[in-house]
């Protein structure tokens, strides 16, 4: 069972910036992909970026241009990088693992950390 613990989360200010971080308990380099979701207040869970073993991500529409997601193999870490921060980017964020093995997939979260974003 894979466990990932993510950090970093707090409040800050319109057009701030925040890193989180997500840390697995065995090596990323095996995971397929990892992300970020984000669940606000009342809302479903949504997808904020994903990154592949190959280095390939993906962006909501809603971030783009504004957060980078990124992996580091060596220390099993991914990050999130979240710049110019708005009111609707307040949620609670969650790491997601996912290992593709022939035909099954597994999915890992991590309990979430709370971003709020207010003035």
């Known amino acids: 069972q894979v466990q990932l613990v993510e950090s970093g989360g707090g409040l800050v200010q319109p057009g701030g910036s925040l890193g989180l971080s997500c840390a697995a308990s065995?090596?990323?380099?095996?995971?397929?992909?990892m992300g970020w979701y984000r669940q606000a207040l009342g809302k479903q869970r949504e997808l904020v970026a994903t990154?592949?073993?190959?280095?390939?991500?993906n962006y909501a529409d809603s971030v783009k241009g504004r957060f980078t997601i990124s992996r580091d193999n060596a220390k099993n870490t991914v990050s999130l990088q979240m710049n110019s921060l708005k009111l609707e980017d307040t949620a609670v964020y969650y790491c997601h693992a996912q290992k593709v093995r022939w035909t099954n997939t597994y999915d890992y979260w991590g309990r979430g950390t709370q971003v709020t974003v207010s003035s």
């Open positions: 990154i592949s073993s190959g280095g390939s991500t």
């Open positions: 065995e090596s990323i380099f095996s995971m397929n992909r």
